[in-house]
């Protein structure tokens, strides 16, 4: 056997076994912390090994293998010496002794080297960073010094408890996001996935700008199971641009919709990219109050991409999706295709109504899929080899889509321990509060530029990670709600993936559009320009997060609309008065009212689009083939 086919046999292999402990203790309940934790990271971290091998198609691959070895030897020696000491660990709270400085320094050292494999320098460089300063940062001076701690304690804290490397970021990734990457991993290989692509071809497809729809639709529903806005770019991406190229799109249109509609797919409601059940866990509520709140923002953002796309595929002349490749309702609504999917969701609502937890609600969804997706396929006298192959598939991908959430999450625990160590993101809080002299909103500008700056490059999970322990008590500390201030960072930690200069989302996008990426970033910026607005409304308009009752929400809706639709038009090159400037001023000046929390306001905001819809329906009968749209 060739050394490409061991590798991917062991690939399938650690991706299969990950992939059924999450099962297994979706459905048994978890092990102890300390048990469950290092055997979740022991796994994910000898698959990632696996997938992102050391000097791979190179002389030195040998050499490679030899290190990786050595590497997962080392990482599953000192993971299970963690689990088989548990008792004594939480019970004793031992010193930390030189075997245990040992395997703490490799176990970092490997988790850095996978993260830096499979996302680049400068997450690993951040956490780094953070190591230097709980060890060095006695020698600063001013505000940022601390007393200093030595690699004795700093040992002691990442290995020999659960408030460092076993913290938990780790057991939220090994249990409840662990879960629901298998629930969805099951959902799209049993079908699910086509069922998506089929349903956004049907919405979106016959309308101007169909192709571009497509790709805001089928990367909402895919991007929510993601914990990554770039894998959903590389996912879909590899299926919408195409598409929208065939049409004659232009190239950087089709990758800048597909950044934007793929990191969009990080901030809808019930999943997040799996962020919710971490900000569920920080900040000790319910996930299905994250979810609830993050469902308003989802819909004004994706609102406000439709329509700029809209407006902008009508004024660009782009092409709709051919009748005969958009699939009919009846194709769409297969029993064999619906069922399997409602029975999924069923399983997991089921689950939630009865009182346990996310995890186990999560197996119940696999467990009604995987039954309702058998007796179709036995309906159906589809070949056992080919069924069965599916649902191992599916294991298989829930396991090899873990690696990067798990590796990730455990480098931004470090990261975390170390800020909670120190202090330092207390230090900076203040020192941002400090700035902006107890100004809310001034405080919130600033936040939003610190926070698309800390994400940059980093996977959104791991983004709101680092900037929820740094920024977000900077907002709590002038009054903001604490959810609030979570949801206000976590949008901007998401955004960063298409802000230049290092837009990572939109740098996958690029290539696989073959497209400049600062074309493509030109195009993501204006997609998705009401969006860097939008976390404003959360403190301006608490009901935008669902909060202080019916008429707040119904003023944060009425509120958010107009604006949305406003911005929208702007942005998409909205021609009305055949005028551009008296276009724009006039739609400025309904996103500018729409935003005064008056009623007045909001009723002239009303009627200046309103007076400019109705411009535009009687230019439109009077020149039916106007081509300026």
């Keep these: 056997m060739t050394f490409d086919g061991l590798r991917a046999k062991t690939v399938v292999s650690l991706a299969g076994l990950l992939g059924l402990f999450v099962v297994y203790t979706s459905a048994a309940g978890p092990f102890e912390s300390l048990v469950q934790r290092p055997v979740f990271l022991a796994l994910a971290v000898c698959l990632g090994l696996a997938l992102y091998p050391l000097f791979p198609n190179s002389r030195w691959r040998s050499l490679g293998l030899a290190i990786d070895l050595a590497a997962a030897a080392l990482t599953i020696g000192s993971c299970a010496y963690v689990a088989a000491n548990y008792k004594r660990i939480m019970e004793n709270l031992p010193w930390a002794e030189p075997h245990d400085l040992v395997m703490v320094s490799a176990l970092v050292l490997i988790v850095l080297e996978l993260s830096r494999r499979a996302i680049g320098l400068i997450f690993p460089v951040l956490v780094l960073a953070g190591l230097g300063y709980a ?43 662990a879960a629901f990457v298998v629930f969805g991993a099951m959902i799209l290989n049993t079908g699910g996935g086509q069922t998506f692509i089929d349903l956004a071809m049907r919405l979106g497809g016959r309308s101007p700008g169909g192709g571009a729809k497509i790709a805001a639709i089928a990367s909402a529903l895919f991007g929510m199971l993601s914990g990554s806005a770039v894998a959903n770019v590389a996912t879909t991406g590899n299926f919408t641009i195409p598409l929208m190229k065939r049409l004659r799109y232009p190239p950087s249109f089709a990758g800048g919709v597909e950044a934007v509609a793929s990191t969009g797919g990080q901030i809808t409601p019930p999943v997040l990219g799996a962020a919710a059940f971490v900000m569920a866990e920080i900040l000790g509520v319910s996930y299905a109050t994250i979810a609830m709140a993050a469902l308003m923002p989802a819909l004004l953002f994706f609102a406000a991409m439709f329509l700029t796309i809209h407006v902008s595929a009508v004024r660009l002349g782009l092409g709709v999706v051919p009748e005969d490749e958009v699939p009919s309702w009846s194709r769409i609504a297969r029993l064999s295709k619906i069922l399997p999917l409602l029975a999924a969701l069923g399983g997991l609502t089921a689950g939630i109504l009865m009182g346990r937890s996310i995890q186990t609600a999560a197996f119940y969804g696999i467990a009604s899929l995987t039954a309702t997706f058998l007796i179709f396929s036995l309906l159906e006298r589809r ?79 791991a983004a709101y990670v680092l900037v929820a322990a740094v920024m977000a008590p900077a907002l709590v500390q002038v009054g903001v709600p604490e959810l609030t201030s979570h949801m206000f960072v976590f949008y901007y930690a998401t955004l960063s993936v298409i802000t230049p200069p290092v837009c990572v989302g939109v740098f996958v996008a690029a290539g696989i559009a073959r497209s400049d990426w600062t074309s493509v970033a030109g195009v993501a910026l204006k997609l998705a320009g009401v969006a860097y607005a939008i976390p404003f409304l959360f403190i301006v308009y608490p009901g935008i997060l669902g909060g202080g009752g019916p008429l707040a929400i119904a003023n944060a809706l009425a509120t958010g609309g107009l604006f949305v639709v406003s911005v929208a038009l702007l942005l998409g090159g909205q021609s009305v008065t055949r005028s551009p400037w008296l276009d724009r001023v006039m739609l400025l000046s309904a996103a500018g009212l729409a935003l005064v929390d008056a009623w007045p306001a909001l009723l002239a905001a009303f009627a200046i689009l309103f007076g400019l819809a109705g411009l535009r329906n009687a230019q439109r009968r009077h020149a039916p083939a106007d081509p300026s749209g």
């Design 135 to 177: 060890m060095l940062g006695q020698h600063l001076p001013g505000a940022l010094a601390h007393r200093g701690f030595g690699p004795d304690f700093v040992a002691e804290t990442l290995l020999l408890g659960d408030l460092g490397l076993w913290g938990l970021l780790v057991g939220v990734a090994a249990t409840t996001i």
């Design 383 to 461: 070949p056992p080899r080919e069924v069965a192959g599916q649902l191992v598939k599916g294991l298989v991908d829930g396991g090899r889509g873990l690696v990067i959430i798990g590796v990730l999450l455990a480098g931004a625990q470090i990261l975390v321990a170390m800020i909670n160590l120190t202090g330092v993101g207390v230090a900076m809080s203040g020192a941002v509060a400090a700035v902006a002299q107890g100004e809310v909103l001034a405080l919130a500008l600033i936040v939003a530029a610190v926070c698309l700056v800390m994400g940059m490059g980093i996977p959104t999970t």
